[in-house]
Structures are given as structure tokens and as C-alpha cells.
């Protein structure tokens, strides 16, 4: 046993055996873990993908068949939130296909003894917004997204012009 003083008072919680504090880890933050790879990870679970496709299908079905305007507005919000998930999925991988091409670029310009160039993230938005027109014009809707453009910008011009008083 450990001697103690008995000129100072016990401390109220003594450590007899002093206990190991357990340390939590987070993989995400964590080297052990290992190095995040988007196409690694797409790979992994692409299974997700057809879970998703059946779960959306089946809050279809269910937004058909319900009669409850309660339940059939959260069903409609749920499909709305899995419908902007797909989209914005779709949007990051064609961002990640359009990077991945980039590099291929440039490493065959780099193989054939030429100065890598790269790209600024102004020049990068330049380029995408030219691909989305042409992906609008093939659509055939480009004309409507100017109109709301133009409509947007005259509603930005209009507030920042003084008011007049009459």
C-alpha cells in the first residue's frame, strides 16, 4: 500500500492505478487510414448508386399512391433533395472527368518535351460555362436561360440605380 501523509488531507478521488485515457481516432483526419481517392472511392461504392435508384423509385410509388397532403409534401421534398443529390453527383464527376483530362494533356505535352502549361481557375470557369452553353444550345434550351439571365440582371441593375421620388 502507499504511505500518505496524514498531515495533508486525502484528496477525494485518489488514482490508486493510474488508467489509460483512450484515444479516439478519426479516420478521416487519420494517416493509418490511409489517402482519400475519389475514383477509388466511387469504385468502392458504386453499389450505393442502385440502392438509391430503388429507394427513389419506390418514394415514387409511394408519392402516387399517398393521399395524406401532409405525408405526400414530405415524400415530394424527399424526392426533390434525392433528385439534387444525383444531379450535383453527376455535376462533381463530370468536374472530376474534365480535371483527369486535363492532366492526361498535359503529361503527353510534358512526354513530348514540352513546358507544362496549366490552366487558371479563371480561365477553368471560362471553359465551363462555354461547355454549358453548348450543352444548352444542343438542348435547344439556351434562348430560355438567356431570357432569365437578362431578367435576373435587370433586377440587379434596377436595385442598385437610385430610386426616384415623385
Known amino acids: 500500500p502507499l504511505e500518505m501523509s496524514a498531515k495533508k488531507p486525502v484528496p477525494f478521488l485518489r488514482?490508486?492505478?493510474?488508467?489509460r485515457k483512450k484515444v479516439h481516432r478519426d479516420p478521416r483526419f487519420d494517416d493509418l487510414s490511409g489517402e482519400y481517392?475519389?475514383?477509388?472511392?466511387?469504385?468502392?461504392?458504386?453499389f450505393l448508386d442502385s440502392i438509391k435508384k430503388q429507394e427513389k423509385e419506390?418514394?415514387?410509388k409511394q408519392l402516387k399512391k399517398c393521399r395524406n397532403m401532409e405525408q405526400k409534401e414530405k415524400l415530394q421534398q424527399?424526392?426533390?433533395?434525392?433528385?439534387q443529390q444525383e444531379q450535383?453527383?453527376?455535376?462533381?464527376?463530370?468536374?472530376r472527368e474534365r480535371e483527369l483530362s486535363l492532366k492526361r494533356h498535359q503529361r503527353?505535352?510534358?512526354?513530348?518535351g514540352k513546358k507544362p502549361f496549366f490552366l487558371k481557375k479563371s480561365e477553368k470557369r471560362k471553359l465551363e460555362l462555354a461547355e454549358k452553353y453548348a450543352e444548352l444550345k444542343r438542348s435547344g434550351k439556351l434562348e430560355s436561360f438567356l431570357n432569365k439571365k437578362r431578367k435576373r440582371n435587370a433586377i440587379k441593375d434596377k436595385r442598385h440605380l437610385p430610386s426616384q421620388k415623385n
Open 108 to 112: 503527353e505535352l510534358a512526354k513530348q
Open 15 to 19: 488514482q490508486v492505478v493510474s488508467v
Open 88 to 95: 450535383a453527383q453527376k455535376k462533381q464527376q463530370k468536374l
Open 37 to 46: 481517392k475519389p475514383e477509388i472511392f466511387m469504385k468502392t461504392y458504386s
Open 58 to 60: 419506390m418514394v415514387q
Open 78 to 83: 424527399l424526392l426533390n433533395r434525392m433528385t
